[in-house]
């Protein structure tokens, strides 16, 4: 089945600087690849995802970029926030709804 | 629109003893995912149901079982609960009529605790 690795697990930056989480993927059927915001005692909540046909995608301060051919994809945010502090999850799924999911990278944005 | 509802938030058990989990996706939404979230496995895929049927599945033991209501609501249960179940189950809903991936919504979780 699908192994998706996900770096670093642990991220402090400060306020204004930028932050970049990093996945990798196994299986190559894989097309789909979301990124979810976890913060403490809520349910992870989907803040950009992109599929295969597409390289890059923006929306403000967060961008997702994949890379297919190395099976690895990328999340990045600009101008971090101390409200961006939380646990970032990547997940990849090679159709349905059946999702593999990263192990998580704990962000803490340093006022 | 009211989001993905699960009950309870918190629940405390024994070993050997079962559990049932509810979930109430989005209204309008078909497909009910359920997840185990551990601090060492991260979120572990258990199941996906969709008009009252199992439509997809995880590497999980047959203690683990579901099911999904005519209005898509949706129960998880475990039996015979070992340490090891603590964890916090997440529920996920999605439109669920196509064959593609789709955007899942994730409810807050319940927190099981096996003592």
């Known amino acids: 089945g699908e192994n998706v690795e996900q770096h670093p697990s642990t991220l402090s930056v400060q306020e204004g600087d930028s932050a970049v989480i990093k996945c990798t993927y196994s299986?190559?059927?894989?097309?789909?690849f979301p990124w979810y915001k976890q913060e403490l005692g809520k349910g992870p909540q989907l803040i950009i995802d992109i599929r295969s046909n597409v390289g890059e995608k923006k929306d403000q301060r967060i961008a997702v970029t994949l890379n297919k051919t190395a099976k690895h994809f990328s999340l990045h945010i600009t101008e971090t926030q101390p409200e961006d502090s939380a646990v970032y999850f990547c997940a990849a799924s090679a159709g349905g709804n059946q999702f593999y999911f990263g192990t998580g990278t704990s962000l803490t944005v340093i006022p | 629109k009211a989001g993905v509802t699960q009950t309870p938030r918190y629940l405390i058990k024994t070993r050997g003893q079962q559990v049932t989990l509810s979930c109430s996706p989005i209204s309008g939404h078909r497909s009910v995912s359920w997840y185990q979230q551990t601090p060492g496995q991260g979120l572990q895929f258990l199941f996906e149901y969709f008009s009252e049927t199992q439509r997809n599945k995880g590497n999980f033991p047959g203690r683990f079982s579901g099911r999904q209501f005519s209005n898509s609501r949706s129960e998880m249960n475990v039996s015979t609960l070992e340490l090891g179940d603590s964890a916090l189950y997440l529920c996920a809903s999605s439109l669920g009529g196509g064959r593609g991936q789709e955007t899942q919504y994730f409810g807050p979780g319940t927190r099981l605790l096996v003592l």
């Open positions: 299986d190559s059927a894989s097309n789909y």
